[in-house]
């Protein structure tokens, strides 16, 4: 049942993308701002330490020095970031790329196209409720656990997993889609599952509450994955090719800066978009991310890491026929940042 169940919410979720299309929005579209820059409004799926590379950009100035004057909007979800991508309200998007694939298949038609791809790996973690020192995937059968929204990213990841570690996901344990996103840990905290799957900081801080133990790294077990990756609709990328190139430059500086530092400098410098962290957990998170190599050396979304994702999205039941790579995959940008 899990692949019907999925299958449906793949389906809400282009029905979804594709009905925002009658909504006219008010995006800058690479108008020049005030300072003699590019305005670009760029809408991030989440706000976290996961992606310290753009972060680094914005502290570092590199975005200044490529003349784009960004805004940074969090939409707390794909599917609101891929709805203000549509709708005009942001530039360029960043989320999970299989929202790009559900976009297309959908029939939209001006589609979505990933053009820089950030992380390779999972960004998630999994939360025990006791201490496991010799943790193996099959001890979560018979258990609950706090999973993902079906049809993202974490879930099908999470899923990927147990089913490479010969673990059925309809069956063999019992997963919880019920909860919003960033709101499992508390519901962990408050006695819901015998496990969850958290991004940070929330795994950190179940940790240093001592309600819940990192047993395992969703990323260093499901090997690279294209987890999130930088889009913009298909006419924007052609209208706007300048603009897009600055961007691409900007953000393929943030991400030499945290291949030639260490997590306590790379932690430094992101530390103003995150307030409310100290300093010692942000180190912390930021050297779990950096010890399971994170991030790419370079912006450019491989046809390799693309097929991997549809064969996800395949098993997950949300894809039935492959979408071609040349369509929803440009590298020219990412190609000429890296050299």
């Known amino acids: 049942m899990k692949g019907l169940n999925l299958k449906r919410a793949g389906a809400v979720c282009m029905a979804a993308f594709t009905l925002v299309l009658a909504v006219s929005g008010c995006g800058s579209d690479g108008a020049s701002s005030g300072n003699g820059g590019?305005?670009?409004?760029?809408?991030?799926?989440?706000?976290?330490?996961?992606?310290?590379?753009?972060?680094?950009?914005?502290?570092?100035?590199?975005?200044?020095?490529e003349g784009i004057e960004l805004e940074l909007v969090t939409g707390f979800g794909a599917d609101k970031t891929m709805t203000a991508v549509l709708t005009d309200e942001a530039d360029i998007g960043f989320m999970g790329c299989e929202s790009t694939v559900y976009t297309y298949v959908g029939g939209t038609a001006d589609y979505v196209v990933n053009f820089a791809q950030l992380t390779q790996r999972a960004g998630n973690f999994l939360v025990s409720r006791t201490p496991i020192d010799n943790f193996s995937w099959d001890m979560l059968k018979g258990k609950d656990v706090l999973g993902g929204r079906a049809g993202g990213m974490p879930e099908m990841v999470f899923e990927y997993i147990l089913e490479k570690n010969g673990i059925d996901p309809g069956n063999d344990l019992r997963i919880d889609q019920s909860i919003d996103f960033g709101s499992t840990a508390a519901a962990f905290s408050g006695g819901q599952g015998d496990f969850t799957v958290e991004f940070e900081p929330h795994a950190t801080a179940l940790e240093e509450k001592g309600e819940g133990y990192v047993v395992a790294s969703l990323g260093e077990d499901s090997g690279y994955v294209p987890y999130t990756s930088f889009s913009a609709k298909k006419s924007y990328l052609e209208k706007h090719k300048d603009t897009v190139q600055a961007f691409t430059n900007a953000l393929q500086k943030g991400m030499d800066y945290v291949q030639d530092h260490t997590p306590e400098e790379i932690a430094q410098a992101i530390a103003p978009q995150f307030p409310e962290t100290d300093m010692g957990t942000l180190t912390t998170i930021v050297k779990r991310y950096y010890d399971q190599d994170t991030w790419k050396a370079d912006l450019i979304f491989q046809k390799d890491a693309f097929d991997l994702l549809q064969n996800i999205l395949k098993d997950a039941g949300v894809l039935e026929n492959t979408v071609p790579y040349e369509e929803l995959v440009n590298t020219e940008f990412a190609e000429s940042a890296a050299h």
């Open 38 to 65: 590019k305005k670009v409004v760029l809408n991030e799926v989440a706000h976290s330490i996961f992606y310290a590379p753009l972060y680094v950009a914005v502290e570092e100035g590199y975005f200044a020095e």
